[in-house]
């Protein structure tokens, strides 16, 4: 095919020696089932891995019944079916069993497997799968294998496949070490900070006094005041799954599990979902001013004690709850609010949890 003349979104300065051909020609859908192994799924930017390093991001169980489970083998491609608009494809390089909901396909020899590990997840054919599905609502839509099949795929020479696939592969691998080395910095710099900041707050063996119940010792210069005093409340909505899913608009929907993503600083600027302002209004979800801070009030999400600080404004669910500060350094009291141990003060249950009239009493403040 000339390459002037393909249709689609893949990019205009593709080399004229690669090929342009369609999906059906290099990969062939299969189903092998009541196989036996390792649970494997398909996860956004990861790929495919083991069920049980979903860790958060796993979004239901596995079926007690494994019979109908799909046998996969490196060198095959999966698809999500609902999510593969979004990217949750990959190549596997593991043998195991995967949700029957998923799509498995053998992948022709003109497809080295390390460049298509990266080929079918690159933004390119991302926007195609999105083309080929179908469904209501922004979060889960099918991928129609009937249109899947005729889209366009670029296909290198093999050898340059492998030159592009080793280069992406050391690449990766060179960008993977510095998220880790600044993860490790970032650590130190929670840790070093933590350990000043209890001093601070709680005075050293020379300067402090008791105030008794869970504060314990405190700086002789500070005093103890109600944090209903400081701040008012901003409570959360909800958030159906209808509404989920987009990656781009007016305001990060920020989640339980995206106050992890906070930087090293405390901030929160960006979520997995976000919604536009009639929406919000639909959903009567009111939105919060930068510089709220937000942490967990449901599950065991709250006993972790993570906190955030809104670096733009924001919209979050009703299993978070926010705090405007009337007065002070927001950094400030991100910190004093960190002290707190939230374990000591929610309501017991299966289910911990807290409300605003728990967390009201309890507050230090500086002098």
Known sequence: ??????????????????????????????????????????????????FAQGGEDRVHNPSEDMGLYQVVNPGQLVMNNQQAWRGSVGVSTLDGIISPAYHIYDISPKLHYRFASYLFRSRPMVLQYDLSSRGVGTIQKNLDESTLKDIFVPVPPLEEQRRIADYLVARCATIDNGVAMHKEIARNIKELTQSERDIEIRGNSLDSVSVGG?????????????????????????????????????????????????????????????????????????????????????????????????????????????????DGDIRYWYHVLRAIDMARICNPGPVPSIG????????????
Do not use: H
């Open 214 to 326: 869970w504060l314990g010792t405190i700086n002789s210069k500070w005093s103890v005041i109600r944090l209903g005093q400081l701040v008012r409340f901003k409570s959360g909505a909800g958030f159906p799954d209808s509404y989920q899913g987009k990656t781009e608009g007016d305001y990060p929907f920020i989640k339980v599990g995206d106050i992890a993503g906070s930087n090293e600083l405390g901030y929160i600027s960006k979520a997995n979902n976000y919604i536009n302002s009639p929406e919000a209004k639909i959903l009567n979800a009111r939105v919060a001013p930068k510089d709220t801070l937000i942490f967990p009030k449901v599950g065991a999400a709250l006993l972790g004690n993570a906190r955030a600080i809104l670096g733009v404004p924001a919209v979050f669910d009703n299993n978070v709850m926010g705090l405007q500060f009337n």
């Open 356 to 367: 605003a009239e728990s967390v009201s009493g309890y507050i230090r403040s500086a002098p």
């Open 1 to 50: 095919m000339n390459n002037k003349n393909r249709v689609g979104v893949l990019p205009q300065d593709i080399p004229d020696d690669w090929e342009i051909i369609k999906f059906r020609r290099v990969a062939d859908r299969i189903k092998k089932r009541s196989g036996t192994g390792d649970l494997l799924s398909v996860y956004l930017n990861e790929g495919v891995i083991p």
